[in-house]
């Protein structure tokens, strides 16, 4: 769950830091460009953990995304803040992090008019135990086949984050995912 004294860390266009604010007063209709992260996890099958956005969040309600996603705290290690939101939002302990596109930037705006504007290394890592979703972070979570999510995102995007719309390919592009075993 999200403080309320939560912090991001705010960024210059050229991605360097250039100081924090308040999580609650960032996402609006103006967002700053700002640090965050997004994270997929697999099982020993191979399959990918995707969470449904509980219907209560301010940016993007009730759409199916990534694993978890989260900002790491003015003076944070990246690695750290993955754990951190791991067991906040998912309950799950995670291994064998592993950062898959460094760069990846986006800007999206919601219905509602909320923008989001972010640096957002993606990492991948496995699940060693518990799921068990804060329900203010997440409604709903299934265990799919990567090539299945790709083919339900080209089928119906507008159900998905734009965020996995723009790095599953790339992922799947870079080979993350290994082959899912039939289960």
């Given at each position: 769950?999200t ?7 705010l960024?210059a266009d050229d991605?360097t830091a250039i100081g924090s ?10 967002t700053?460009l ?11 099958h191979g399959?990918l ?5 509980a219907l209560?969040?301010q ?8 694993s978890?996603?989260g ?11 993955i ?17 898959q596109?460094?760069?990846f ?5 919601d ?9 957002c290394?993606?990492?991948?890592a ?10 203010s ?14 083919t ?6 507008f ?5 996995l719309?723009e ?6 592009a870079?080979?993350?995912f290994a ?5």
């Amino acid at each position: 769950m999200t403080s309320p004294s939560e912090q991001v860390v705010l960024l210059a266009d050229d991605g360097t830091a250039i100081g924090s604010a308040l999580k609650s007063e960032v996402h609006g209709h103006n967002t700053p460009l700002h640090l965050a992260f997004s994270c997929y996890l697999t099982d020993e099958h191979g399959r990918l953990l995707v969470t449904r956005r509980a219907l209560s969040k301010q940016t993007w309600p009730g759409v199916w995304t990534n694993s978890f996603c989260g900002h790491p705290g003015p003076g944070e290690d990246m690695e750290q803040a993955i754990v951190r939101r791991a067991r906040e939002e998912l309950g799950a302990e995670i291994a064998d992090l592993r950062l898959q596109v460094a760069g990846f930037r986006y800007r999206a705006v919601d219905a509602s008019g909320i923008v989001e504007n972010e640096v957002c290394p993606v990492f991948s890592a496995t699940l060693v135990a518990g799921v068990s979703p804060a329900p203010s972070e997440v409604s709903e979570w299934e265990w799919v086949r990567p090539v299945d999510l790709a083919t339900a995102i080209d089928s119906a995007p507008f159900v998905f984050s734009p965020w996995l719309r723009e790095q599953l390919p790339l992922l799947l592009a870079a080979g993350t995912f290994a082959p899912a075993v039939a289960s």
